[in-house]
């Protein structure tokens, strides 16, 4: 028996994204996500590239990255998501 899963992964929130409509929410089935830990992912990442104190490094990171989310302009174009996170540490 072959099978096969189709998947949706859906982020109205950003620019130029649209609702999924009725009719094709009812063929899927929805599931909860939670909000990633950012001190864990930066350090991974920050260890990846060698950092020696990578834990202390992330801490201090990410409590100047929700500083600035909660702080600097409320303006949409600026992105505090965990895309904007990683793009900026792979610098």
């Given at each position: 028996i072959r099978t096969c899963g189709f998947f949706i992964t859906m982020n109205p929130g950003y620019a130029g994204r649209t609702e999924l409509p009725e009719n094709l929410?009812?063929?899927?089935?929805?599931?909860?996500?939670?909000?990633?830990?950012?001190?864990?992912?930066?350090?991974?990442?920050?260890?990846?590239?060698?950092?020696?104190?990578?834990?202390?490094?992330?801490?201090?990171?990410?409590?100047?990255?929700?500083?600035?989310?909660?702080?600097?302009?409320?303006?949409?174009h600026y992105d505090w998501g965990l895309r904007a996170v990683k793009s900026l540490l792979r610098q």
């Amino acid at each position: 028996i072959r099978t096969c899963g189709f998947f949706i992964t859906m982020n109205p929130g950003y620019a130029g994204r649209t609702e999924l409509p009725e009719n094709l929410k009812a063929l899927f089935r929805s599931c909860a996500m939670c909000v990633p830990d950012l001190v864990f992912i930066c350090e991974n990442m920050l260890m990846s590239e060698g950092f020696q104190v990578a834990r202390a490094l992330a801490a201090k990171f990410v409590t100047l990255y929700m500083l600035c989310r909660e702080l600097l302009s409320k303006q949409m174009h600026y992105d505090w998501g965990l895309r904007a996170v990683k793009s900026l540490l792979r610098q």
